[in-house]
């Protein structure tokens, strides 16, 4: 008997999606790019992938899923498996409207679908508390809507965050009791006082998309009737580890800014210690969990939830981080000014003229230089 062989009652993965339609939410997004092309490249028999689109800034969805088949992201399968880019399909939708605004065309198309992985929402910090509850709550409840008919569905995969319960200071694989009931919520917009403290009604959360992260986990719970259902949370996604291409990142949100900054040297203060771990995971480990979530998820009335980070098994440092971005800069020389390390303050006042020190006036006395020599400014 070969020693390396394992029994298990769960068929590999790629079988598991071969054959099979796919629904997603958020695939025009930088995790939802990353799964679309991961699914194609490691699981060739997948039959289709409908992705759900609305117009935007004048784009219709034709145009954007056009602009989205010719992003980087998908240059390996261009280049090995370009009949496999026929396979994503569109169907043109909202999660913020009823049923997601679906046609009894589209109805029919997404009968086939066996999988969802519903991605979409808003990830600015600053969202009014009314548009995040419309996106992240009702828009997740109006997904489920959509297919609590569907007797066919092996797996709905919803996509939170590891800092939806920022209250605690360990964050079990479990749903937790929401922050605060809808009805609590709704009279909050309803009577919205502009003097009222926000970050108390939150409820230890720093911001409303946490809070609202946590409540659409709570309608997963209680909602998700027959349909099997699971939640991933990822922490801080970060650039690819491996694929689709080492280092592949493709916006300015969450960590990208905070490395590219020191990498240039102009960040040289941060509020802070340096031994603050930041809960970092890269990318294509995310996508490989939420993949391997869907293959095993099972119907029950309970919700699994997988936690994604890094912190338990490999945490990294906020100083040691900024020492590695530091070097591989100075490596590339990809850095604007010398670079001699990144000071940390645990003081805002501190932070405040320390970095008027190293960060104002030498961005200030490098665009004069510039202006003298005929050049543009641009550091300030």
Known sequence: MDATKVDTPYLPVPDFYAG?????????????????????????????????????NGNGANERLKRLISNPVFSRLREEKPESLSKIKHIIGDITVFNMGLTSHQEELLKKVTVVFHLAATIRFDEPLKNALNINVEGTREVLR?????????????????????DKKEIEECIYPPPRTLQEVYKRIKHEDPDEDLCEFLNGRPNTYTFTKALAENIIGEEHGDIPAVIVRPSIVTPAAEE????????????????????????????GKRNYVLDIIPVDYVVNLIMVAAARCERSTDVPVFNICSSSANPISSGLLGSLI?????????????????????????VT???????TVPAYLTDFWLRITCRSKRLA
Do not use: H
């Open 244 to 271: 689709p291409f080492k280092g592949w990142i493709d916006n300015w949100m969450g960590i990208t800014t905070f490395i590219f900054t020191i990498a240039k040297g102009w960040t040289r203060v941060l509020y």
């Open 353 to 359: 003229i320390v970095s008027f020190i190293l960060e």
């Open 146 to 166: 959509a297919f609590k008919k569907q007797s066919k569905l092996d797996a709905f995969v919803y996509v939170s965050t590891a800092f939806s319960n920022t």
């Open 20 to 56: 099979r339609t796919v629904f997603l939410t958020g695939g025009t997004g930088f995790l939802g790019k990353v799964l679309i092309e991961k699914l194609l490249y490691s699981c060739s028999n997948i039959d289709t992938i409908y992705i759900l689109l609305r117009e935007k």
């Open 326 to 350: 530091i070097t591989e800069s100075i490596k590339q020389k990809f850095y604007d000014f010398p670079l001699f390390g990144v000071v940390y303050i645990k003081s805002a006042i501190f």
